[in-house]
């Protein structure tokens, strides 16, 4: 029977489903908060590239937390790549806002996280670079063209002597230098990943025999006339062409269907 309170009102019985109901409340680690704060702070510009945060003993003193939650905080940010830490006398934590390499670092473990078909790396590189390439011959710079031209160099003559890693190696310079003469932050950061991406998948000395180098040699030659001459359109086609053409005869060689990529294979690049 249901009891009645003081106005004689019924309260229902205990456990009842008619009383107000509540759902369980998630509520966010100390560590968390303080990082997602540290974060919104590096993010916005109010904490400049290279500024120290406060010693470990202020932070534990300003924000009430314990050492320990501080510390995990700061490590959230540090594997982020927002802080930098350095350790002994004159170290700290040092704010490190994100750049096109933080982009390139994401982008390619996605690829090798998901085991991104190497169809589908080509197809995007197909779809972006030559977008790249356009901007290139509208934006580049005397600077621009001379790294061209060096790389250029190194790659003919590595490509001449046979030695395959250090033509790969040119090769991947060669057009990451194209997208940085793009002046596109983004474009920079994704073609990066990308192109080091594809010279993992195709360290192949079957691959590139002696033809395939003095083809990949020419279109470059051509891209860059191009870039030179700041004729976009023809950078796009050209470009367009010369990544298609890499695609095909990467896809009749290599029959792998998967990336597998290792750290080590970009070390120093």
């Known amino acids: ?26 509520v966010p680690k ?3 908060v303080l990082a997602a704060d540290v974060r919104e702070r590096i993010l916005s510009g109010e904490l400049p590239e290279g500024s120290a945060l406060p010693p470990e003993r202020q932070l534990v ?10 510390r995990e905080a700061l490590r959230i940010l540090e594997v982020e790549k927002l802080l930098r830490i350095r350790p002994g006398r004159g170290g700290g934590a040092f704010v490190h806002r994100p750049d096109r390499e933080s982009l390139a670092s994401t982008v390619q473990l996605v690829i090798r996280g998901q085991q991104i078909r190497l169809d589908a790396l080509h197809e995007t590189r197909e ?13 580049r710079t005397e600077l621009d063209l001379a790294e061209l031209d060096s790389v250029h160099s190194e790659l003919v003559d590595a490509g001449a002597a046979g030695d395959v890693p250090r033509f790969l190696r040119a090769n991947v310079r060669w057009h990451t230098i194209v ?15 990308l192109s080091r991406s594809i010279y993992s998948a195709t360290d192949i000395e079957d691959f590139l025999d002696d033809d395939i180098r003095r083809v990949t040699a020419r279109a ?34 290599d029959r792998r269907e998967r990336l597998e990529l290792d750290d080590t294979d970009m070390a120093g690049e």
Do not use: W, Y
């Open 61 to 70: 003193e300003q924000t009430g937390l314990s050492r320990a939650t501080v």
């Open 30 to 32: 100390a560590a968390d």
């Open 220 to 253: 470059h030659a051509r891209v860059a006339q191009a870039i030179r001459e700041r004729d976009a359109a023809g950078a796009k086609r050209r470009m367009e062409r010369h990544v298609c053409a890499f695609a095909r005869a990467a896809s009749r060689v």
């Open 179 to 193: 997208a940085r003469a793009s002046g596109n932050e983004l474009l920079i950061g994704f073609m990066s990943a």
């Open 127 to 139: 779809a972006v670079e030559p977008a790249c390439a356009a901007l290139a011959a509208s934006r």
């Open 1 to 26: 029977m249901a009891s009645k309170d003081s106005a004689g009102a019924p309260t229902g019985l205990a456990g009842s489903s008619t009383g107000p109901r509540f759902t369980a409340l998630t």
